[in-house]
């Protein structure tokens, strides 16, 4: 069953934060995020593992709360290059298939 | 990078025709995945492949088939295309980065399919 991602869509000016929920109605062992820029392949950014920590990545962090079966992704003073579309992944334990969400797409404006 | 190769990189073709796309890796990972990406759906999982001869069926699998007769080969066939299967194909890859069986994917550029 496909996670949900909100917002469907944001638009931000260069240097704000933004905040991209997943949340799920199964139980989830591993959430996965991606992120597409236009025309172009889906790059992994982070998995995040039930029981694991936040992790982070540059000034892109997510955080995972099993007991709401949620996952948000933090990009912290948005830049130009972060403007794409934003894919979240969810896969139940001891399973190689991701089941994405439909994506939340961002646009970074100067 | 992970070296990921589709063809052909676009392909229009007209309804009832059979269609294969090809997903060619250079990296020997043992699981490769189909996904069709359509607006207002995301990314969508068709088949994939666990190893050579070991295919399951994803989300979207009907009207497709799969074969992997090699570690680097992954094919997607369409018997009789319909216009419902234009879309963006994508493969992918992937190898084990954790103990704890998750894996992160790594994606073929794309194909992009037009069934007229």
């Known amino acids: 069953q496909q996670p949900v991602q909100s917002p469907q869509a944001v638009i931000l000016r260069e240097g704000e934060d933004a905040v991209i929920n997943c949340s799920s109605s199964k139980a989830l062992y591993s959430v996965h995020w991606y992120r597409q820029k236009h025309g172009e392949a889906p790059v992994f950014l982070m998995i995040?593992?039930?029981?694991?920590e936040q992790k982070g990545h540059d000034k892109i962090s997510a955080s995972f709360n099993e007991k709401k079966q949620q996952s948000s992704l933090y990009l912290t003073a948005s830049q130009l290059s972060y403007s794409g579309t934003y894919f979240c992944g969810t896969a139940p334990p001891r399973d190689d298939k991701i089941i994405f969400g439909k994506g939340t797409r961002l646009h970074i404006l100067p | 990078d992970a070296g990921i190769t589709q063809s052909p990189r676009h392909k229009v073709t007209e309804t009832g025709t059979p269609v294969t796309l090809r997903c060619h890796q250079t990296e020997n990972h043992r699981y490769m995945y189909w996904y069709r990406q359509d607006p207002g759906h995301g990314l969508r999982l068709i088949h994939y492949?666990?190893?050579?001869?070991?295919?399951d069926k994803g989300e979207v699998s009907d009207g497709y088939s799969v074969s992997r007769s090699k570690t680097e080969d992954f094919l997607l066939t369409l018997e009789s295309a319909t216009s419902s299967q234009t879309s963006v194909y994508f493969c992918?890859?992937?190898?084990?980065?954790?103990?704890?069986?998750?894996?992160?994917?790594?994606f073929g550029p794309g194909t992009r399919l037009t069934v007229t």
């Open positions: 992918a890859i992937s190898e084990s980065i954790l103990v704890g069986n998750s894996y992160e994917q790594y």
């Open positions: 995040l593992l039930k029981g694991g």
């Open positions: 492949s666990y190893g050579v001869k070991d295919t």
